[in-house]
């Protein structure tokens, strides 16, 4: 016969109904997976098991945590780097819309400066010189530049600004007075002006004139190379500091232009790497920092195409065909076709990239041999994480820079006479809508796939990658696009 169960080894039944999940369960009873143990060290012991778990999640949170900023701080930095490329668009997160627009007015009515967008417009008393915020397009200064041109008669007065170093913080803009049209060959030629801004604030760093004729005008980080022509048809070659006109070097050529009468054009003056190249009756290569004299070529005009990757540039004659030039302005070597000058160039890209007209050839800038050759009626247009961006007028596509295989290529059906632009993950197009009209459409760099596409504003003449920002121009308006 069994005996009575004791009392202190009874417990407490709970019946719960199962479908009730409101159902409450008294204070006083363990949960089911707790065996009431109330030993000394039970509470301890559990504790010693949940711990390690416990710390390998929150571990593994951490982890991710730190991966997820590291990715988004290389993301960061990558964005960065783009967009201080000269041409190239700060990569967009998808289909961008219009943020801004504003009146502008010539070539040169947009740069970028200290992280500002700098439009130049020509109003009816007079060009004004103006500072954008460049996500909404609100103005941060106006500065007015001269006065228009007054009256019938008049040669008009363009004021142009060169675009700077994608770092720099002045603003510098140029334009030539104004003078009567007829019977102005017996009249001095008026003085061309400098105008240097803050790019941060628009005030006013200085300005200055330069009084002989202006054969060419460049700008070399914040200073200008500027060719004049003497009275005596000789060119003076002189960089100036950019804020007040200061000579810190001059050259002045040994030969002559021909006669006022002659047909011959005027001298050319083309800024490549550490050289400033005058192209005339000769070729005078000058050192930048100093003006002095590389090289200088027989006589015999060449076309001066450049400048190129690493700071080569080329010359280029009917007949003799293209001479390619180092980094120190002296010949190197020649080169089929025309060396390519692109619209944006990252330096990712070890050759050199020529137009043979039959196609695209990459040579090795040492040796000039032929690396690849590429049958295509496209030209390169862009160079960025070694993938070279071809367009033509009713096609655009991407070739791999090392190899020279054509990664992809999508007809246009129609021509668009403006080149795509690229953010370094997209090549950004113009294409038909199908309606008409045309569309922004966005292809992946390496495969062609089209990832969005986006109404393109009417009128518009050209894209253009200004300080990271894409720009769309119309005659007479700059158009912001990008994520709102």
């Known amino acids: 016969m069994a005996g009575v169960r004791p009392a202190a080894r009874m417990q407490p039944v709970v019946l719960t109904d199962v479908d009730d999940e409101d159902a409450s369960v008294p204070d006083d009873v363990p949960p089911p997976d707790d065996d009431g143990d109330d030993r000394p060290g039970a509470d301890r012991h559990r504790r010693r098991r949940w711990w390690p778990a416990a710390a390998v999640a929150v571990a593994l949170l951490a982890a991710a945590a730190v991966a997820s ?52 417009e020509e109003t009816p008393r007079a060009w004004r010189v103006r500072g954008h915020d460049p996500a909404d397009g609100e103005v941060l200064w106006s500065v007015e530049a001269t006065e228009r041109s007054r009256g019938a008669g008049l040669d008009p007065v363009v004021v142009t600004c060169l675009p700077g170093p994608p770092a720099g913080d002045v603003v510098l803009c140029r334009w030539t007075a104004s003078r009567p049209v007829t019977g102005r060959g017996g009249l001095p030629v008026p003085p061309t002006h400098v105008l240097a801004l803050d790019g941060r604030d628009g005030q006013r760093l200085g300005a200055w004139s330069v009084p002989a004729p202006v054969a060419a005008l460049r700008r070399v980080e914040d200073d200008v ?38 047909s011959r054009a005027g001298p050319s003056l083309t800024v490549a790497g550490d050289v400033v190249v005058l192209g005339g009756p000769s070729v005078t290569v000058l050192e930048a920092t100093t003006g002095d004299v590389v090289t200088q070529e027989a006589a015999g005009r060449r076309l001066v195409v450049g400048p190129l990757p690493g700071g080569r540039f080329a010359t280029w004659a009917t007949g003799t065909g293209a001479l390619l030039h180092g980094s120190d302005g002296r010949p190197a070597s020649r080169v089929p076709g025309v060396p390519s000058r692109l619209g944006a160039d990252d330096g990712s890209l070890d050759l050199l990239l020529s137009d043979v007209g039959s196609g695209v050839v990459g040579l090795d800038p040492a040796s000039t041999e032929v690396a690849w050759r590429l049958p295509t009626v496209q030209s390169p247009v862009a160079v960025v994480d070694g993938a070279v961006v071809l367009w033509g007028d009713d096609a655009v596509g991407v070739a791999d820079g090392a190899q020279g295989r054509l990664l992809w290529e999508q007809a246009l059906g129609e021509a668009v006479p403006f080149a795509p632009v690229t953010d370094g993950r997209l090549v950004i197009a113009a294409e038909p809508d199908g309606l008409g009209g045309r569309a922004l459409v966005g292809r992946g760099l390496r495969d062609g796939v089209r990832v969005w596409s986006a109404p393109l504003p009417a009128g518009v003449t050209g894209l253009e990658g200004v300080g990271g920002v894409l720009v769309a121009r119309t005659d007479g308006e700059a158009v912001v696009l990008g994520r709102p």
Do not use: F, K, N, Y
Not at 93 to 112: H, K, Q, T
């Open 69 to 120: 900023q590291v990715a988004g701080r290389a993301a960061d930095a990558r964005a960065d780097a783009i967009a201080r490329v000269p041409g190239l668009v700060r990569p967009l997160d998808g289909p961008p819309v219009e943020l801004w627009r504003a009146r502008v007015s010539g070539r040169g009515a947009v740069v970028a400066a200290a992280g500002v967008l700098v439009t130049v």
């Open 225 to 262: 190379v500027v060719a004049t022509v003497d009275d005596d048809r000789r060119v003076r070659v002189e960089r100036r500091s950019g804020p007040d006109g200061t000579v810190l070097w001059s050259h002045r050529t040994s030969q002559t232009l021909a006669a006022r009468s002659g």
